[in-house]
């Protein structure tokens, strides 16, 4: 089955700086992707929904790559600041038709700013 | 917005003991899901429904019964409570397969003594 491994466990940077979290997936029919942010004391929130046709996505604050020639999906945080601390996590499913309808998640970054 | 209530967001049962964790969702979706968060783990599914009756064995199952009474209505049952047991449990919800979003609780914080 799928697996997802999500690196780095741990990440600190100070305010300003940029930042990158990857993710590696071994199934190739890996269609549907995700990263989801969750904040202290909360559920997970969407942050982005990527499809396998778009490899470069850009939201609020950051921008999510995907490499799909070597499996990869990364988010890459241009300019931290003190919303961005949360715990991030990938997750991949699956297209239409698989017979799959279940995220495989990443085990999660946990980011936060150097004081 | 997306609703998803858990209730209790915080329990403490002593092993052995029996708890039921309730979810419900407002969103009209056809799918809920019972997840378990742990240090080093991340999230792992431990059942899921595609509707009312209806119940799908997750990836971590073992100790675990769910049901799905209503299209609104999920529960997470542990009916001889194990401290390996004690995690952060999330439910969540969507509308459909893999490709649509997850809309999640506040989670339920178990402790088992």
């Known amino acids: 089955g799928e697996q997802v491994e999500q690196r780095p466990p741990h990440l600190s940077v100070r305010e300003g700086d940029s930042a990158v979290i990857i993710c590696t997936y071994t199934d190739p029919n890996s269609y549907y992707f995700f990263w989801y942010k969750q904040e202290p004391g909360a559920g997970l929130q969407l942050l982005m929904k990527?499809?396998?046709?778009?490899e470069i996505n850009e939201g609020q604050g950051f921008t999510v790559l995907l490499n799909k020639k070597d499996k990869q999906l990364s988010l890459n945080l241009t300019a931290a600041h003190p919303g961005d601390s949360a715990v991030y996590f990938c997750a991949v499913s699956a297209g239409p038709g698989t017979g799959s309808n279940r995220l495989t998640f990443g085990k999660g970054t946990k980011f936060s700013l150097i004081p | 917005e997306a609703a998803v209530t858990q209730s209790p967001r915080n329990k403490v049962t002593v092993t052995g003991g029996n708890v039921t964790l309730s979810c419900r969702q407002t969103?009209?979706?056809?799918?809920m899901y019972w997840y378990r968060q742990d240090t080093g783990h991340g999230l792992r599914l431990i059942h899921y429904s595609y509707g009312a009756g209806n119940l799908q064995i997750g990836d971590v199952p073992d100790g675990y019964k769910a049901t799905r009474t209503t299209q609104e209505d999920f529960f997470l049952l542990l009916e001889l409570a194990s401290p390996s047991q004690t995690s952060l449990y999330f439910c969540?919800?969507?509308?459909?397969?893999?490709?649509?979003?997850?809309?999640f609780g506040a989670g339920t914080r178990l402790s088992v003594l």
């Open positions: 969103n009209s979706h056809n799918y």
């Open positions: 990527v499809f396998s046709s778009t």
């Open positions: 969540a919800s969507s509308d459909q397969t893999g490709q649509n979003t997850l809309y």
